[in-house]
Nanobody, 115 residues
């Protein structure tokens, strides 16, 4: 599975961004797609996930009520809508696919929240 991630950038506190993760390759083997993030000097952490077939979702407590994950199966794309962004959301955001052949990772997209 390969990914093209996009949508990162610089935004002021309270602003919004939408990240996209377009999947290609062996997508029939995907169980779920997740977003993780890694801030400088910190470990990579889970942000949100969505099942590929049923659409059930799961969120980290730190982003509940602010982030929403969704999918467009016709475009093989998963989105992460982020609102009310905070400086502590600054990180590189990575797309992850859990498949029958293991986990696959995207190259990451930088999100910076700063005034």
């Amino acid at each position: 599975v390969q990914f093209v991630e996009s949508g990162g950038g610089l935004v002021q506190p309270g602003g919004s961004l939408r990240l996209s993760c377009a999947a290609s390759g062996s997508i029939d083997n995907i169980y779920a797609i997740a977003w993780f993030r890694q801030a400088p000097g910190k470990e990579r952490e889970f942000v949100a996930a969505i099942s590929w077939s049923g659409g059930s979702t799961n969120y980290a407590d730190s982003v509940k009520g602010r982030f929403a994950i969704s999918r467009d199966n016709a475009k093989n794309t998963v989105y992460l809508q982020m609102v009310n962004l905070k400086p502590e959301d600054t990180a590189v955001y990575y797309c992850n696919a859990r498949t029958s052949n293991g986990d696959y990772w995207g190259q990451g997209t930088q999100v910076t929240v700063s005034s």
